[in-house]
């Protein structure tokens, strides 16, 4: 990567949840005070220079502008410079991102990112059902269509193209569940069952309710630094390798194709140029499974298998705990839960644990690379990043 | 038995004097001076918290200590919702108080008071808040309107106090003057003042009274009291009535008028005086109580001398919600009005679409830069309203149309179009469909004119395809 080699020095989350005990500020504290836990040798809070605060739909829920204050005040950051960022789902990890590249430019030494969403504090209905012109459609504005409306219809022409039935998506539905069993932040912590999966009410078929990842409350902070300055805060950084952003339409009528996502390959194969990687390298990665379909055609575009054959990978057990690429080991959106503006963030504190083998019954054996995919809209925000164990050369 | 330990009454600033009502009903009788109207934002729970905390103060309770709070009102805003908990909220009661609602007959605020000094297992627990509160109103075109009030009155009991309850006695009937149906804001009125002198208020209360004092002579009455009733048609002294000048400024405040009337008496009554309360409410009947005094009152704080905003008739009217007041759009709302929708509706209800002269990418709606060559150069078309479904999902939670579950999304390739670019297709609804297995990925369908939605009642005309007879290269069958 181009700049200086960025290191992270402290990783932290609430749990993932319908917090109805706290507020969106309380989940900001929560998490900051985490990621300050975190960190071995601790951190003068003073040597925290900027930051960037994850938030995606503050203002369509909350009805008020979120703004960099929103972080400034409950932690008393002020009169220090916040960003705030907002970029559909990729929103955390857009975040993380931007304060990486301040790092690597060499404008700040030291650097907090802080993504929050309080989503539970009105119905679940009212939040991402009733969408208000997020996902343009002409004839439904201002209403727009819905999610799973989108993502179904990805899943109808996968099925199509390649034989992929609803119970390779069930599958996915059931590994990530096991391993949000297994991980403390998660908000679903129990199993489920590929038939269970199957027999559950159909949102948008072919999409189920055990397909979709729920409405969730979260929080999620991470510190970073340059890596000169790593050994001041622990023995044991992880490493910022690279970064990929790419972009697509957003309407239906304006996709290219529904079997694959094109910004995905994009991002990635723009992520592990800077990172000096290739697919292969991978040991594991945090995928933007919002719904089962996506983790699946994720797995072709990432570069995992190849185009098509996602159903074959996942049923040798690529992508489980033990296979050749754990994918969703902290239980993904789909478990451990989706607060659009903290998924990003939460994703690197699942990485800081497993590359530094503190992912205990969820460990994957010799991580030493891993991603964070996220996905906003339907395909048309894609960003990858990718961390290390070991310091870039 | 309990005692009376501290109480504070409240009545609104603002009122709607004789001279003012006038001017919009020159024949229309106010039978007091002036009646009380709740502010702009005030209701009975509101003075009713008010009310409570002042009592609290003047008897040095804490709200935490409370074993209980009741609040009698007949104008709750909530049919089902406990307004009494709302006023826990306001005092802070603690989570194991008993919060219990009273009401439906304007002599509720006396229940409650008696409810709350023969409960001597609750007072063992604390002290209990008692408050009647009310808002009345008549229909706006009659004199009743014009008698009626609002405001709250608040006592505090418990084991120890000022005042206890020597004895006590009830008299119901079903005989209604006014009522209120469920969903109204006023009461109505039977219009038959002397029939109501017979069968009502002045015949119960005199008798309830004579029945209750069995010839025993009080030091004061504090009864519910109407504007203008006069003391020898209750049979009582007129010098030893409290209240009357209360009534005349302030109009009957329903559930909180016996108790404002009490608390007038208690101002008066000096200690070892007994004071005889009856609360009357038309369609209930009666509740009826004697006090003793038993040592002077001594209120920990002051009240506050009342202070009185004179409204006109016009400012009356946004009071009472006649004339609406100025009110915010609401968010989003009529989308078919909207500068969004004026400036998209020649393609979307239109149905033009742009042909890019450099690639011949159908582009829907038109665009300035073409979505598979970046041209700038297009041709204005209809746009073809014959296609085939590239792929379709079947919605089973929708927010986006008022037809029923499931509803078919699909999105389609134009006829002539050639797939795997960016332009040529067009997603929509799938509607006139029976049976969703008619639907499949090549499924031929065709644009038709329907409604997509309603907001504000304003209707946002669109398109959704149905399904049509016939291939996807735009032959018909048959």
């Known amino acids: ?393 | 038995m309990n005692r009376i330990a501290g109480y504070a009454s409240y009545l609104p600033r603002p009122v709607l004097t004789r001279e003012a009502a006038r001017e919009a009903w020159p024949r229309l009788a106010m039978p007091g001076n002036s009646r009380t109207v709740p502010g702009l934002d005030e209701d009975a729970l509101t003075m009713a918290a008010q009310a409570g905390l002042d009592a609290l103060s003047a008897a040095g309770v804490a709200g935490a200590s409370l074993s209980a709070v009741f609040v009698a009102t007949s104008s709750s805003p909530y049919v089902v919702k406990s307004g009494a908990a709302i006023v826990a909220d306001y005092v802070g009661a603690g989570r194991h108080a008993n919060v219990t609602d009273f009401g439906a007959g304007a002599h509720g605020g006396l229940v409650a008071l008696l409810s709350a000094l023969r409960d001597t297992a609750l007072a063992e627990r604390g002290p209990i808040l008692v408050v009647g509160a009310d808002a009345v109103f008549g229909p706006a075109n009659d004199p009743s309107d014009l008698g009626f009030g609002a405001g709250a009155c608040a006592f505090v009991v418990g084991a120890d106090g000022f005042v206890s309850l020597e004895r006590f006695d009830y008299g119901y009937s079903s005989y209604s003057y006014t009522w209120q149906p469920v969903g109204e804001t006023h009461l109505h009125r039977y219009d038959d003042e002397r029939f109501e002198r017979t069968a009502g208020y002045t015949s119960q209360m005199a008798a309830s009274l004579r029945d209750f004092l069995e010839g025993a002579t009080p030091d004061w009455y504090a009864l519910s009291l109407t504007p203008g009733v006069r003391a020898d048609a209750l049979g009582v002294p007129a010098d030893r009535l409290v209240g009357a000048e209360l009534a005349a400024e302030a109009g009957d405040s329903g559930c909180a008028n016996v108790l404002l009337t009490l608390a007038a008496a208690l101002e008066r009554a000096s200690a070892s005086e007994t004071i005889v309360v009856q609360g009357y409410g038309s369609g209930a009947g009666t509740a009826s109580a004697l006090l003793a005094v038993e040592s002077a009152w001594s209120p920990a704080v002051a009240a506050a001398p009342r202070e009185r905003v004179e409204l006109s008739y016009v400012q009356y009217a946004k009071h009472r919600g006649l004339i609406p007041l100025s009110s915010l759009p609401s968010f989003g709302a009529a989308y078919g009005a909207s500068p969004g929708w004026e400036r998209g509706k020649h393609a979307s209800v239109g149905l033009h679409a742009g042909r890019c002269r450099a690639c011949g990418s159908l582009n829907f709606p038109p665009r300035v830069y073409c979505l598979d060559c970046r041209g700038q150069e297009f041709e204005d078309v209809a746009l073809p309203r014959q296609a085939s479904v590239l792929t379709f999902n079947l919605q089973y939670v929708v927010g986006i149309a008022p037809e029923e579950a499931p509803l078919p999304i699909c999105t389609a390739l134009v006829d002539g179009e050639r797939p795997g670019r960016y332009g040529g297709k067009v997603a929509a609804l799938v509607t006139d469909v029976l049976d969703v297995s008619q639907i499949s990925i090549g499924t031929p369908v065709q644009l038709v004119p329907r409604r997509a939605d309603v907001e504000d009642g304003l209707v946002n005309y669109g398109w959704k395809f149905r399904p049509r007879a016939g291939s996807a290269n735009g032959q018909e069958a048959g």
Request: with cysteine; charged share 20%; hydrophobic share 40%.
């Open chain 1, 1 to 393: 990567m181009a700049g200086l080699p960025v290191a992270v020095v402290g990783a932290g989350m609430i749990r993932f949840g319908e917090r109805f005990d706290l507020s969106y500020e309380d989940m900001v504290v929560g998490a900051y005070r985490a990621c300050l836990d975190s960190v071995d040798k601790g951190i003068d809070e003073d040597r925290l220079q900027a930051a960037w605060l994850g938030t995606c739909i503050g203002s369509m829920i909350r009805q008020e502008t979120v703004t960099g204050a929103a972080l400034a005040e409950p932690i008393r950051f002020f009169p220090r410079p916040v960003t705030r960022v907002e970029n559909a789902c990729c929103t955390g990890s857009d975040a993380v991102r931007n304060a990486a590249f301040a790092v690597a430019a060499g404008v700040y030494d030291v650097v907090l990112v802080v993504g929050a969403e309080k989503m539970r504090d009105i119905p679940s209905r009212d939040s991402l059902v009733r969408q208000t012109s997020v996902m343009f459609h002409e004839w439904w504005a201002p209403r727009g269509a819905t999610a799973p409306n989108r993502f179904g219809q990805f899943a109808t022409a996968h099925m199509e193209a390649y034989g992929t039935e609803r119970r390779h998506m069930a599958l996915i539905a059931e590994k990530n569940h096991h391993h949000g069993s297994l991980n403390p932040h998660s908000y679903f912590r129990r199993d489920v069952s590929c038939e269970q999966v199957l027999g559950a009410p159909i949102v948008s078929w072919p999409l189920g309710l055990l397909d979709c990842c729920p409405t969730t409350d979260g929080a999620a902070a991470v510190i970073m630094c340059r890596a000169d300055l790593a050994h001041e805060f622990t023995d044991d950084p992880i490493y910022f390798l690279g970064s990929g952003l790419a972009t697509d339409p957003l309407i239906s009528s304006w996709k290219s194709e529904f079997t694959s996502f094109p910004a995905t390959t994009v991002a990635a194969a723009e992520a592990y140029r800077m990172a000096g990687i290739a697919a292969s390298d991978v040991d594991l990665a945090e995928v933007h499974d919002c719904f089962t379909i996506t983790e699946l055609i994720t797995y072709e575009d990432l570069g995992f298998c190849e185009k098509g054959t996602g159903k074959d990978w996942l049923e040798s057990g690529g992508p489980m705990l033990g296979g050749e690429k754990p994918v969703n080991t902290s239980g993904g959106l789909k478990a451990k839960g989706h607060p659009v503006g903290a998924t990003g963030v939460s994703q690197v504190v699942e990485l800081w644990e497993q590359l530094r083998g503190e992912a205990g019954e969820r460990q994957v054996k010799n991580a030493r690379i891993g991603l964070t995919h996220n996905m906003g809209g339907i395909g048309t925000i894609v960003l990858v990043n990718v961390f290390g164990s070991e310091r870039p050369a």
